[in-house]
T-cell receptor, first 117, second 114 residues
Framework: GAGVSQSPRYKVAKRGQDVALRCDPISGHVSLFWYQQALGQGPEFLTY????????KSGLPSDRFFAERPEGSVSTLKIQRTQQEDSAVYLC???????????????FGEGSRLTVL | AQSVTQLGSHVSVSEGALVLLRCNYSSSVPPYLFWYVQYPNQGLQLLLKYTSAATLVKGINGFEAEFKKSETSFHLTKPSAHMSDAAEYFC????????????FGTGTRLTIIP
């Protein structure tokens, strides 16, 4: 497809399980962002990649959260020992340029909804 | 630190009436400001953006927003609401290059009354 693809769309995990969420950005896109959107809230920044380099991970809420983009394309967000407060929609976004602010061309995926029981 | 405040978590307007969704921002530098729309079970879609050019910005679907520095506001308007405008709307701010992450507001759910 032409858009940002995320999988799985829905994930139910038992507390303490590890989960991995995948993001396939638009082909050739340099920048990739992860956001966390809790129920009834706006998205909150987690981390940012430019190609394979993780330039900002200041939003990761704890050391249980880890993101990678080893070849500068697909990215994986991993959450270890999930807790109930991790329940949220995890959004991925990508942009064709290192700086999307002037073009506004930041494309979001539909998100992965994680429910931790 | 940058932040945005969206006044009114729920707004209802009649079809054909004016839509006004409020957003106030806080930023230590001239900001980049955005409005996004989110339909159920869909990703965020850009409506419009302000990047220090014209203060009145026109976006898609008939929406526009005006940047008012003196009021630190970036309110979203549409002259005549349509049923298809029912969605969640998010205002977002970025401090710019070198800090490109977006800080979003908590969102406003717009309901259109037939």
């Amino acid at each position: 497809g032409a858009g940002v693809s995320q999988s799985p769309r829905y994930k139910v995990a038992k507390r303490g399980q590890d989960v991995a969420l995948r993001c396939d950005p638009i082909s050739g896109h340099v920048s990739l962002f992860w956001y966390q959107q809790a129920l009834g809230q706006g998205p909150e920044f987690l981390t940012y990649f430019q190609n394979e380099a993780q330039l900002d991970k200041s939003g990761l809420p704890s050391d249980r959260f880890f993101a990678e983009r080893p070849e500068g394309s697909v990215s994986t967000l991993k959450i270890q020992r999930t807790q109930q407060e991790d329940s949220a929609v995890y959004l991925c976004a990508s942009s064709s340029r290192g700086t999307y602010l002037d073009t506004g061309e930041l494309f979001f995926g539909e998100g992965s909804r994680l429910t931790v029981l | 630190a940058q932040s945005v405040t969206q006044l009114g978590s729920h707004v209802s307007v009649s079809e054909g009436a004016l839509v006004l969704l409020r957003c106030n921002y806080s930023s230590s530098v001239p900001p980049y400001l955005f409005w996004y729309v989110q339909y159920p079970n869909q990703g965020l879609q850009l409506l419009l953006k302000y990047t220090s050019a014209a203060t009145l910005v026109k976006g898609i679907n008939g929406f526009e927003a005006e940047f008012k520095k003196s009021e630190t506001s970036f309110h979203l308007t549409k002259p005549s609401a349509h049923m298809s405008d029912a969605a969640e709307y998010f205002c977002a701010v970025s401090d710019g290059f070198g800090n490109e992450k977006l800080t979003f507001g908590t969102g406003t759910r717009l309901t259109i009354i037939p």
